[in-house]
Antibody, heavy 123, light 111 residues
């Protein structure tokens, strides 16, 4: 059974870089058909897609965050990572990782999701 | 402001049928992109409820169904149960933005 587990600091200072890692078990980040994505949810608000990465390292970023986001994948450790630079209080959110998959020719969906990590941006 | 528009809340009595709308545009749902739905119970991560417009993953009760027409989609819950009280999100893709997008979410309350 595929499972994802995110990890990383729960507190980041303004202007610094947020770094999170998602460990994949029960499946492989090298899977040809799957992407691996990050989604965030500010407290009391809705979901926002941050970006996704394919098995070969091709990345897809939300245009609103593209200048500050880097997503990478490490096939040797079966994990993928998120870096968000120059954070502000507006970046405070629960950050979740998820498999971003599809049936060929159809719109991708996110399943399953990791448990989410609350990251607070504060000095 | 979300690219996909959902009502903030809907409510119904146990056993009733409720529907949640998800309105997009000609560059998202209207462009032929599929709609997926997620259920988020309080304090938990979202869970896939419907994929590819009207398909249920294994384990999702058939009380949940999805449909899509034009630039909109809907999620229907029939035989509403107390355990269905949660936030529901639609998701699709916007070709103009080049982004996967979510609705703002709808809170379902069981009266």
């Amino acid at each position: 059974q595929l499972q994802l587990r995110g990890s990383g600091p729960g507190l980041v200072k303004p202007s610094e870089t947020l770094s999170l890692t998602c460990i994949v078990s029960g499946g492989s980040v090298s899977s040809y058909d799957d992407y691996w994505g990050w989604i965030r949810q500010p407290p009391g608000k809705g979901l926002e897609w941050i970006g996704s990465i394919s098995h070969d390292g091709t990345t897809y970023y939300n245009p609103s965050l593209k200048s500050r986001v880097t997503i990478s994948v490490d096939t040797s450790t079966n994990q993928f990572s998120l870096k968000l630079t120059s954070v502000t209080a507006a970046d405070t959110a629960v950050y979740s990782c998820a498999r971003h998959t599809n049936i060929p020719g159809r719109t991708r969906w996110f399943d399953p999701w990791g448990q989410g990590t609350l990251v607070t941006v504060s000095s | 402001q979300s690219v996909l528009t959902q009502p903030p809340s809907v409510s119904g009595a146990p056993g009733q049928r409720v529907t949640i709308s998800c309105t997009g545009s000609r560059s998202s749902i209207g462009a032929g992109y599929d709609v997926n739905w997620y259920q988020q119970l309080p304090g938990t991560a979202p869970k896939l409820l419907i994929y590819y417009n009207n398909n249920r993953p294994s384990g999702v009760p058939d009380r949940f169904s999805g449909s899509k027409s034009g630039t909109s989609a809907s999620l229907a819950i029939t035989g509403l149960q107390a355990e269905d009280e949660a936030d529901y999100y639609c998701q699709s893709h916007d070709g103009s933005l080049g982004a996967w997008v979510f609705g703002g979410g709808t809170k379902v309350t069981v009266l």
